[in-house]
């Protein structure tokens, strides 16, 4: 099949997808696809007066991915959309088309698909660290449903990742936040669990930092005309450290307020922005102040899962860092200790073998501990400085 020989549903070459789908769909489309391809370009009919997908357009969706080779034509669509990502991903004149067969890769039911369909989710979401220069929440929310439909561990495990990567809030709590608690109440994952697993990091990185500036710069996705840095400085207290065109620096905690002149230079709404911010932060923190103070006392992870949930993670690392661990070794014997940057501080003071091999992490109790001990913590905490962020140390 020659290019002027496509089927009259191809995508009009007017974006990198496009010029990829037409060289694929050159290769031949057997009959039983051209009613697929068309299906799928008639996307748009298949939404209701609330712009969401239909039933009816899902199960004629499923029936046709039985025909041959429909399958793995969704995956070449979705694989071309990730591939070489430079401005939009899909022009609007492609739009129903390349939507429809994000969802119809999530309605084949391939597990395989989920790194793609992760990637996609970033790039649409215009992610720190992508290349697509603009959002497309269109393509984002089709990425998080074919997910979901998925129904399967690996997907779900990717919804949290975005809950916790996806900065954008109506993205996040309007679009990605229902999607992600559908996905796990199918798989019948708790409630405690699925919060525990999607965190959000509010784009703050490891050390409790996010920044601001000028046409998206910093981790934060923004545009403000000027700089600002959001930082958790310990388990209780959020800062917002407004930075002018002459690079003073100016400190404020709750309610954020911003240094006198600056909302007459830029503006209200722009200074607004990382006060709202800083409000949603210290809003996950206090959650998770409240979360881990409530943990049950059995609970415990592996020791490479609670260094990413716990440990490392922007929000929760915060909490986290102000807590007494203890670390199960080969012989069931408990080692507590105090999670430092580099690595971690026992009673006294020293740094135990690298926790890697212990095969549990769990939360120190007072309850296990006899009264010398919890003394000694006592004194060792106020040593070190270490602001706790609920007191661990109460019979």
Known sequence: MTET????????????????????????????????????????????????????WKKRTVRLLGADGAPELARDALRLLVTDVSGPLVSNENRDLALGFVLAVGLAGEPAAVPDLFRLAREAANLPGTAALIRDDG???????????????????????????????????KHL???????????GIPEDRRI???????????????????????TIYTNVPFHAEITIEDPHTVAVTWIDDEGTRHRTTSPFSSPRGFKSTYFSHNVEVPRMHANRVSETLAAERRRLRDLPIADRWPFEEW????????????????????????DGSWTAAL?????????????????????????????????????????????????????????
């Open 5 to 56: 020989d496509l089927p009259d549903w191809a995508p009009v070459p007017t974006d990198r997808w496009a010029h990829g789908m037409r060289e694929r769909l050159a290769e031949g489309v057997p009959a039983a696809l051209d009613e697929f391809g068309r299906h799928l370009a008639a996307f748009g009919d298949g939404l209701d007066k609330r712009r969401r997908v239909t039933k009816t």
């Open 139 to 173: 393509l984002a929310q089709a990425a998080f449903s074919a997910l979901e439909d998925l129904n399967h561990t690996a997907a779900l495990d990717a919804l949290c990742r975005l809950h916790q990567q996806v900065d954008y809030v109506i993205l996040r709590e």
């Open 177 to 187: 936040a229902p999607v992600l608690i559908d996905a796990a109440t199918r798989l």
């Open 196 to 218: 525990e697993l999607s965190v959000p990091a509010h784009g703050l990185t490891a050390d409790h930092t996010g920044t601001f500036g000028p046409r998206g710069e910093g």
């Open 307 to 330: 260094t990413t949930l716990y440990r490392d993670h922007p929000i929760t690392g915060a909490v986290a860092h102000g807590l007494i661990w203890e670390f199960e070794a080969a």
């Open 339 to 395: 999670p430092l940057r580099d690595g971690f501080a026992t009673l006294d003071g020293a740094v135990p073998p690298d926790p890697s091999d212990k095969t549990a992490v769990r939360l120190w109790h007072a309850s296990r501990a006899t009264p010398d001990e919890i003394e000694a913590w006592r004194a060792r905490l106020a040593e070190a400085g270490r602001v706790q962020p609920f007191d661990q140390l109460a019979p």
